[in-house]
Nanobody, 121 residues
Framework: QVRLVESGGGLVQPGGSLRLSCAAS????????MEWYRQAPGKQRELVAS???????TSADSVKGRFTISRDNAKNTVFLQMNSLKPEDTAVYYC???????????????WGQGTQVTVSS
């Protein structure tokens, strides 16, 4: 079994910063991509940023220059540093990891439970 636990969400004023963390635990052989998604009320879930185990990272145009994704491979943890937050960044943020278990050669996706980020004055 694999468990992903997010933390770091909360209420912040426009222009403020938050740092999200997501730690994966369980019988993990390897993790390929680790990603952050978000879902605002009434909207579809969207990919915010992605990072591979070699450090190659990409992010959505809407957050470029403001959000930075990073990861600690030794701790199976991914981070999302969010700066210059805007009200439109308000959403539930989910992490996702493509994980290889000891019983398989394939990588399967696992999701965290989500953490609320609210940007409001």
């Amino acid at each position: 079994q694999v468990r992903l636990v997010e933390s770091g969400g909360g209420l912040v004023q426009p222009g403020g910063s938050l740092r999200l963390s997501c730690a994966a635990s369980g019988s993990i052989i390897s993790i390929k991509a680790m990603e952050w998604y978000r879902q605002a009320p009434g909207k579809q879930r969207e990919l915010v940023a992605s990072i591979l185990s070699n450090g190659f990272a990409t992010s959505a145009d809407s957050v470029k220059g403001r959000f930075t994704i990073s990861r600690d491979n030794a701790k199976n943890t991914v981070f999302l540093q969010m700066n210059s937050l805007k009200p439109e960044d308000t959403a539930v943020y989910y992490c996702k990891a493509d994980v290889q278990l000891p019983t398989s050669v394939f990588f399967n996706p696992y999701w965290g439970q989500g953490t609320q980020v609210t940007v409001s004055s």
